[in-house]
């Protein structure tokens, strides 16, 4: 399962351009269910994209879950095709949770995405450049389980269990 984690704000987030690659026919015979987390203003227009589209047996907006486990628990690829973004807690949650990404290079997406190694990096937030991404991730399925171990300790690595800590340190006793 594909899983999108994030505001449904297509202006930023940009699930509408998801939506529009997975509406090819080439992705339509493909086997796979994309999950939608996250409520937001886009929420109607996601819905109508989804009819529109045909996608009403493979794509469901499941709305806010408070347990990152649970949803990395059912979904083994995280797809960010976001317009704008910083570094995105979804990711790290992702990788945390030993799950690939595909990911736009915007923000501090690309700061975390290694292409190739722990995920995969549209070159920007395009049809295009997010098919091609995503091409690449279906097409190495069978990576994405030791990809996905690559993407946890290169992130545990990254952010630390006591990374509060170290902040707090760093910034009452400098």
């Not at 995105?88 to 799950?99: D, K, M, T, Y």
């Amino acid at each position: 399962s594909l899983g999108v984690v994030a505001r449904l704000d297509c202006k930023f987030k940009g699930q509408d351009i998801l939506m529009e690659v997975l509406s090819q026919k080439k992705w339509k015979l493909r086997d796979w269910e994309c999950n939608l987390y996250g409520v937001g203003p886009d929420f109607e227009y996601l819905n109508d994209l989804i009819t529109t589209y045909g996608l009403n047996k493979k794509v469901f907006i499941r709305g806010h879950y408070k347990s990152v486990k649970d949803i990395w628990s059912s979904n083994h690829i995280l797809i960010l095709p976001s317009i704008s973004e910083g570094t995105p807690l979804s990711l790290v949650e992702a990788h945390i949770s030993g799950r690939v990404a595909v990911g736009t290079d915007v923000g501090g997406i690309s700061e975390i995405i290694n292409d190739n190694i722990n995920g995969w990096i549209a070159k920007a937030p395009l049809k295009s450049y997010l098919d091609d991404a995503m091409d690449k991730a279906w097409n190495a399925r069978e990576k994405w389980e030791e990809m996905g171990q690559v993407a946890h300790n290169q992130i545990m690595k990254r952010y630390r269990k006591d990374a509060g800590e170290e902040l707090y340190n760093i910034i009452f006793n400098s």
